[in-house]
């Protein structure tokens, strides 16, 4: 419930990011949820990217999760998803229910162009006990990195590393995902190639 969510302790942050218009903070997992990571995340509202809507530097492409699900609950503001093979786009706000994104389910998060006010949300990566599971340090690094690479500030390792950090979570991003007739290539050929890049990653160091 959202009693537990807000209370949950603050492990990590205020980390400011994207110019300081998206926050994330770690908070402590409570026992019940039965998760590897527990995020509470602001989108800063008079921020000039607010309004950017999927095309905020923040908002990743359409990807999915192999072994773990994520929920998300919106307790302020209004935050847009992008779900599914048809990649249908749908509102959510503090009167809607904690949505569980299934494994395998294509999804993407950005800040809806009309929530008029800061917009928070609390997401969680679940269950525990697998293999590669999204922990924190997976979300702040990724996260850290796609910000340094929106406001120029990587080195050029940066995109490689990327995708090594997405490969080592179970992670693919999804392309041409309403090509049906593609079948599993709409994962597989990203997944193969974020693959590729890892290797080529750590072979030169990054």
Known sequence: DLEQLESAKCIS?????????F????????????ATV?????????????????????????????????????????VGTTTTWACVDRAWSR???AHEIETWVPHRFWPHPEAGEDTVMYVY???????EPMDWLFFKNLLSLVSDMSEGTTGEGGFATMLRSRHASATALVMFPTAWWLGPLRWWVPWKFQAGMALFGRLLGY
């Open 38 to 78: 527990l995020l509470r995340a602001r989108y800063v509202w008079n921020h000039p990217t607010s309004t950017l809507g999927k095309s905020h530097p923040q908002s990743p492409p359409l990807h999915l999760h192999f072994d773990q699900c994520e929920t998300f609950f919106v307790a302020q503001g209004k």
């Open 125 to 131: 990566a679940h269950p525990n006990g697998v293999e």
């Open 95 to 97: 009167e809607d229910a």
């Open 13 to 21: 942050g205020p980390h400011e990011l994207f110019s300081g218009s």
């Open 23 to 34: 926050i994330l903070e770690a908070l402590e997992v409570p026992p019940t949820l039965n």
